[in-house]
């Protein structure tokens, strides 16, 4: 079992920048593959970012590439997503996922653990 609470969102405007973090309960957080997804009112819950249990394979969603980073420090049982250049329709509720199971990184479905949410909104 594992728990997950992000925090970090906040307001910002365009062009600005924000660091969600994702801190992971429990001894195993280093043999989980990590995810972040979006989720915009009324769209569908987007990928944004994936790392794997290692940190040595990364993928991003083609609208976040170049602008936002997945990290993950395993000591600290923490992953994070560094966002830069955010613009407004980066605004969503953003969620962390962990997972065990392999499958393309991009389906929410492969994910086992969800935290709760942080909300970014990012005004024009």
């Known amino acids: 079992q594992v728990q997950l609470v992000e925090s970090g969102g906040g307001l910002v405007q365009t062009g600005g920048s924000l660091r969600l973090s994702c801190a992971a309960s429990?001894?195993?957080?280093?043999?989980?593959?990590m995810g972040w997804f979006r989720q915009a009112p009324g769209k569908e819950r987007e990928f944004v970012a994936a790392?794997?249990?290692?940190?040595?394979?990364?993928y991003y969603g083609d609208s976040v590439k170049g602008r936002f980073t997945i990290s993950r420090d395993n000591a600290k049982n923490t992953v994070y997503l560094q966002m830069n250049n955010l613009k407004p329709e980066d605004t969503a509720v953003y969620y962390c996922?962990?997972?065990?199971?392999?499958?393309?990184?991009?389906?929410?479905?492969?994910?086992?653990?969800w935290g709760q949410g942080t909300q970014v909104t990012v005004s024009s």
């Open positions: 790392i794997s249990s290692s940190g040595g394979i990364i």
């Open positions: 429990g001894r195993t957080f280093s043999s989980y593959a």
């Open positions: 996922a962990a997972r065990r199971r392999t499958g393309n990184y991009y389906y929410a479905y492969t994910y086992d653990y």
